[in-house]
């Protein structure tokens, strides 16, 4: 007899429906249970999770002959979210499970020996596909159901174990569907993580915390270089206290992500805070564009729409700075393999801090500098041209005077800070309302054409700035909609001439 029931693949972020389909021969004179589709280790071990489930559920397994086919046989089928889905289908195949129940409905999980259903990644894909397909019903472990109940548009059942989703199947004891507010859940943790430094609490540094409002109203990329210990990790790790709060729609595509990366924190389901990633300088260009024979994501996509702060960039491989120039600029990465391409978003806040020189203190008025002309060019050259040309804001971050340490008096606070940019993050929801674009860094050449309006000084500044500085076409461009995000925080529909000269003086002092 011939079962076939639904199960989900994830391909990059993505899920892709998979038939399983599971024929079964009472006549076989010797018992067999084969699993074809191009199954991964994982996979292949799951007939015997399954025969041992289904005979500690108090149900039967005829010692006789199985075929299990994973469609399409093209695509790798990896780890262990299909066992619930073979389970079903080798009790429906041996009428153990009613046939009809089958239809509209797919199966997410993985089973342990005792029957029970675990946890397994990459849910919030796998339901979106479900929905996509115009399927009713999803079936996931109880442990996934927050995270599968965000999709709307289909009914999300939780399953504790393979006996339970027997009797609701054949409505002995039904389970009824789990509903989720996800707007009242983005909203649940109040107003920050804990554990992050104020802004008041960061003694000067005036003109950097300037820096850092830009840069969190615009999602413009930035760049500080300093002495040690004049705070530029501490002014980074500041950053996410000011940055907007997610909208839902943006929550989602975060939650999705760090779904499919199996990394979502244990006491949550929706992602509520803008993600914040710092690896460590030894990372490899894998890990953090992505890569791998069946591609992950790297941390360019783990910081999609947060922060991706690199510390001591000059330390980082030359290829792996290199390799953050597409993303940048494009938004995305594209990882090509063997088996095909596949593409993860990458929309970040990219900040970079480093020291000026080897020993930190070139150009420092207070201790002097031990390197030689040869060591700081070659320091510096291992952030090239383009790379530089591509961050919107470069800034020197200068030791702090030891009167402003000893002061008492404490500067604006996140919460003050936030509130700006939050207003004007709202101007720019409305200027690009129905775009597909989130914040000014995102704009093209005909977005800036329509939305960044100049006065006719500040058209004449920019003139002259791009003539004496040599811009580029794409610093020009960064330029233009750095001006119209600091308009923005000044409330202002045209960008003035004032606005031009602050974006103009973030530019490389080189240039």
């Known amino acids: 007899?011939?079962?076939?029931?639904?199960?989900?693949?994830?391909?990059?972020?993505?899920?892709?429906?998979?038939?399983?389909?599971?024929?079964?021969?009472?006549?076989?004179?010797?018992?067999?249970?084969?699993?074809?589709?191009?199954?991964?280790?994982?996979?292949?071990?799951?007939?015997?999770?399954?025969?041992?489930?289904?005979?500690?559920?108090?149900?039967?397994?005829?010692?006789?002959?199985?075929?299990?086919?994973?469609?399409?046989?093209?695509?790798?089928?990896?780890?262990?979210?299909?066992?619930?889905?073979?389970?079903?289908?080798?009790?429906?195949?041996?009428?153990?499970?009613?046939?009809?129940?089958?239809?509209?409905?797919?199966?997410?999980?993985?089973?342990?020996?005792?029957?029970s259903v675990r946890h397994v990644k990459g849910v919030m894909s796998m339901t979106l596909a479900a929905a996509a397909a115009e399927m009713k019903t999803i079936y996931v472990p109880m442990e996934d159901v927050y995270e599968a109940a965000l999709v709307e548009g289909i009914d999300v059942i939780p399953v504790s174990s393979l006996g339970q989703l027997v009797e609701h199947l054949y409505k002995l004891a039904p389970i009824p569907p789990f509903t989720l507010d996800a707007d009242q859940l983005l909203r649940a943790d109040g107003?920050?993580?804990?554990?992050?430094?104020?802004?008041?609490?960061?003694?000067?540094?005036?003109?950097?915390?300037?820096?850092?409002?830009?840069?969190?109203?615009?999602?413009?990329?930035?760049?500080?270089?300093?002495?040690?210990?004049?705070?530029?990790?501490?002014?980074?790790?500041?950053?996410?206290?000011?940055?907007?709060?997610?909208?839902?729609?943006?929550?989602?595509?975060?939650?999705?992500?760090?779904?499919?990366?199996?990394?979502?924190?244990?006491?949550?389901?929706?992602?509520?805070?803008?993600?914040?990633?710092?690896?460590?300088?030894?990372?490899?260009?894998?890990?953090?564009?992505?890569?791998?024979?069946?591609?992950?994501?790297?941390?360019?996509?783990?910081?999609?729409?947060?922060?991706?702060?690199?510390?001591?960039?000059?330390?980082?491989?030359?290829?792996?700075?290199?390799?953050?120039?597409?993303?940048?600029?494009?938004?995305?990465?594209?990882?090509?393999?063997?088996?095909?391409?596949?593409?993860?978003?990458?929309?970040?806040?990219?900040?970079?801090?480093?020291?000026?020189?080897?020993?930190?203190?070139?150009?420092?008025?207070?201790?002097?500098?031990?390197?030689?002309?040869?060591?700081?060019?070659?320091y510096q050259s291992k952030l090239s041209g383009p790379l530089l040309d591509r961050i919107d804001i470069h800034i020197d971050v200068p030791r702090v005077e030891y009167d402003k340490l000893l002061g008492n008096e404490r500067a604006e606070t996140s919460a003050q800070v936030r509130n700006r940019i939050e207003a004007a993050r709202a101007r720019q929801r409305e200027r690009f309302a129905g775009s597909g674009l989130v914040a000014n860094a995102d704009m093209g050449v005909s977005e800036i054409q329509a939305f960044c309006a100049l006065r006719s000084d500040a058209k004449q500044m920019l003139d002259i700035a791009v003539r004496r500085m040599n811009l580029s076409a794409r610093s020009y461009h960064r330029v233009v909609k750095l001006s119209r995000t600091i308009a923005d925080l000044a409330d202002c529909d045209l960008i003035q001439v004032e606005h031009v000269a602050e974006a103009i003086q973030y530019r490389p002092k080189t240039q």
């Open 1 to 115: 007899m011939l079962a076939i029931v639904r199960a989900c693949a994830i391909v990059g972020i993505e899920g892709q429906i998979v038939d399983v389909e599971v024929d079964f021969n009472p006549r076989a004179a010797l018992p067999n249970f084969t699993i074809v589709g191009l199954p991964d280790s994982a996979v292949r071990e799951s007939r015997e999770r399954v025969r041992a489930a289904i005979k500690n559920s108090a149900l039967s397994f005829p010692n006789k002959s199985y075929v299990v086919n994973l469609s399409p046989a093209d695509l790798l089928k990896q780890g262990p979210a299909y066992d619930l889905s073979v389970a079903v289908g080798v009790l429906a195949a041996t009428d153990q499970v009613p046939l009809e129940s089958l239809d509209g409905a797919l199966f997410v999980g993985e089973l342990s020996l005792d029957g």
């Open 191 to 378: 107003d920050l993580p804990a554990g992050l430094t104020d802004f008041a609490d960061i003694r000067g540094q005036e003109m950097a915390k300037r820096a850092l409002e830009i840069a969190a109203a615009g999602n413009h990329n930035l760049r500080m270089s300093g002495p040690p210990g004049s705070g530029k990790t501490l002014l980074a790790r500041a950053l996410p206290g000011i940055l907007p709060y997610l909208s839902l729609e943006e929550a989602l595509e975060v939650t999705r992500i760090y779904s499919v990366a199996d990394m979502l924190p244990g006491d949550r389901s929706l992602m509520r805070v803008r993600p914040f990633r710092a690896p460590h300088h030894t990372i490899s260009q894998a890990g953090m564009v992505g890569g791998g024979t069946m591609p992950r994501p790297g941390e360019v996509t783990l910081a999609h729409r947060g922060v991706l702060f690199l510390d001591e960039v000059n330390e980082h491989g030359q290829h792996t700075l290199e390799a953050l120039r597409q993303p940048i600029e494009d938004k995305i990465v594209t990882i090509s393999r063997a088996r095909g391409a596949l593409t993860f978003p990458a929309n970040f806040l990219l900040v970079l801090a480093h020291n000026p020189c080897p020993c930190g203190f070139f150009g420092d008025p207070v201790k002097a500098c031990t390197c030689t002309p040869t060591m700081i060019a070659r």
